[in-house]
């Protein structure tokens, strides 16, 4: 079938995914996607009224301003007026990778369903361990935390693990 005798043109990808966030007003809201977004830049992806967005470089420890929002990835978002989003994007691949240093990294969900904290996996060299094996050797810590806006909560201590749209 050709373009012109599509029935939904506008509709761009083959398994496209809706997801929707609450951005809280005057206060510092740590946020991830979990899915690569159509248009991936700051306003397309957080909308107007953003007074200042932040990541963490875990390779230089400082944080930096980004241009765009990216899935895997966690932002400190701050907003002059409490915002309700909703973004379209594709599924972020199965075989998704990120890059952890030693020291802090700042990362985020990046599959659109709750990570259930036993599929997580950590890759050193050619070893590939789960996330208990990982802790239990002292390659990573035990405490992997979000911020409900108040407070940092020990995900580590949450049956469902890392939730989508937290950092």
């Known amino acids: 079938m050709n373009r012109q005798e599509d029935p ?8 496209a995914l809706n997801f929707s966030y609450t951005l809280f007003a005057n ?15 700051i306003a397309a992806v957080l909308g107007t ?8 470089d ?8 980004p241009t ?30 990120l890059t952890l240093y030693p020291g802090w990294n700042l990362i985020g969900s990046y599959i ?7 599929r997580l996996e950590l890759s050193l060299g050619n070893n590939v361990y789960t996330l ?13 935390y979000s911020y409900d806006g108040s407070r940092y909560v020990n995900e580590l201590n949450d049956a469902d ?4 749209g937290k950092g």
């Open 8 to 15: 939904n043109p506008a509709y761009q990808y083959q398994n």
């Open 27 to 41: 206060r510092w809201n740590l946020i991830s996607i979990p899915l690569t977004p159509i248009d991936t830049s």
């Open 49 to 56: 009224g953003v007074r200042a967005v932040w990541q963490y």
């Open 58 to 65: 875990a390779s230089t420890g400082r944080y930096t301003m």
């Open 68 to 97: 765009s929002i990216e899935p895997g990835k966690g932002y400190w978002v701050w907003v002059n007026n409490t915002t309700e989003r909703s973004i379209t994007g594709s599924p972020v691949p199965d075989t998704f990778t």
């Open 112 to 118: 659109n369903l709750n990570t259930v904290r036993n």
């Open 132 to 144: 208990n094996q990982a802790v239990s050797q002292g390659l990573i810590s035990r405490a992997i």
């Open 161 to 164: 693990g890392f939730n989508r």
